[in-house]
């Protein structure tokens, strides 16, 4: 069973066609996009998160390297967000219940946004999980990892851009 979920994940990240996108580069201004975020709320990205650093960050349950990644940001986030940082945590098309019990055991508090048949997950050309974008303050991609990442790394990127 797990083995069709990542496969149907894969055939939705890979689809091609009209929502399909090419991952946005370094100087580039991430696509804007509205979310609903685990609690209900809607976030309209990056018209409410104007002027702060944003990590976007997008994952799945099932991927290996996330879990530890999702643990190690929510430390981070935790000692930063005073500094005008903020992390949206997009899961690439899973359901709310199959998230819930994942980001409970994590201990997550930050955003963790549902995407609906992964629209803007394909929008962003991720091709694999997990993938990380640094947004500066001025809205540009200051920083993009693909692949899991240590909290040196995670850190200093960040730092960079306080």
Not at 4 to 29: F, S, W, Y
Not at 32 to 51: I, R
Not at 101 to 126: C, E, M
Request: proline residues 6%; charged residues 25%; positive net charge.
């Amino acid at each position: 069973m797990r083995v069709i979920r990542l496969l149907a994940i894969l055939l939705l990240l890979a689809g091609c066609g009209e929502e399909g996108g090419k991952a946005p580069h370094v100087g580039d201004a991430p696509p804007p996009f509205k979310l609903t975020a685990m609690d209900g709320a809607a976030v309209d990205y990056p018209a409410q998160l104007s002027g702060k650093v944003v990590v976007l960050r997008f994952w799945a349950t099932w991927c290996p390297f996330c879990k530890d990644e999702m643990k190690m940001i929510q430390a981070v986030w935790s000692q930063s967000r005073d500094k005008g940082f903020e992390v949206l945590a997009i899961n690439a098309g899973q359901d709310k219940g199959d998230i819930d019990a994942f980001i409970a055991k994590l201990g997550v508090t930050y955003p963790v946004l549902l995407d609906p048949g992964s629209k803007v997950t394909r929008q962003y050309g991720v091709t694999g999980l997990p993938m990380t974008l640094f947004v500066g303050r001025d809205g540009r991609i200051k920083g993009r990892i693909l692949g899991e990442t240590d909290e040196a790394t995670f850190r200093r990127k960040l730092e960079e851009l306080l």
